[in-house]
């Protein structure tokens, strides 16, 4: 049986207040034939280092995107780091990085056709404020905007 076909644009972003210090992820999953938002929240992570939680960021991104039956993945990221390393450009050296890749990786190739590309950080504005609010509240925060 065929999936329907359901592409997304994905933002994420994470980071930490001190490295490591109190973390988040924000994510904001939209379609890419309309713009239409179908899943923004942020994520409190307690305390984790910039780098875990942009790879927990990416792991919640795909989770959410799977859960919506997304077929093809368009993700975007200010963390050159992430990026570069699930493109394969860069080795995973971090043995801590290394379990959170290789899940991001399985949960990757179970889309149809799953992209990620580096972005300006000025281009993650919606994904950044989601961090700081899971960060202030010390909880998610999903689907802040409705």
């Not at 997304?8 to 210090?21: E, K, S």
């Not at 927990?56 to 959410?64: M, S, T």
């Not at 281009?123 to 989601?130: E, F, I, V």
């Given at each position: 049986?065929?999936?329907?076909?359901?592409?997304?644009?994905?933002?994420?972003?994470?980071?930490?207040?001190?490295?490591?210090?109190?973390?988040?992820?924000?994510?904001?999953?939209?379609?890419?034939?309309?713009?239409?938002?179908?899943?923004e929240g942020g994520y409190y992570l307690g305390r984790a280092t910039n780098n875990v939680?942009?790879?927990?960021?990416?792991?919640?991104?795909?989770?959410?995107?799977?859960?919506?039956?997304?077929?093809?993945?368009?993700?975007?990221?200010?963390?050159?780091?992430?990026?570069?390393?699930?493109?394969?450009?860069?080795?995973?050296k971090n043995e801590g990085l290394k379990p959170l890749f290789e899940c991001a990786g399985?949960?990757?190739?179970?889309?149809?056709?799953?992209?990620?590309?580096?972005?300006?950080?000025?281009?993650?504005?919606?994904?950044?404020?989601?961090?700081?609010?899971?960060?202030?509240?010390?909880?998610?925060?999903?689907?802040?905007?409705?």
């Open positions: 049986m065929k999936r329907s076909l359901l592409r997304v644009t994905v933002h994420i972003d994470g980071g930490a207040r001190g490295n490591p210090g109190p973390a988040g992820a924000g994510v904001v999953i939209a379609s890419s034939d309309d713009g239409t938002v179908l899943h939680a942009e790879y927990r960021a990416l792991i919640a991104a795909l989770e959410a995107a799977t859960a919506l039956g997304a077929s093809e993945i368009d993700v975007f990221s200010d963390s050159e780091l992430l990026v570069r390393q699930m493109l394969g450009q860069y080795r995973v399985i949960l990757a190739g179970k889309f149809d056709r799953f992209g990620i590309q580096h972005i300006r950080r000025e281009r993650n504005q919606h994904a950044d404020r989601l961090v700081n609010q899971a960060i202030n509240a010390k909880r998610n925060v999903e689907d802040a905007a409705t």
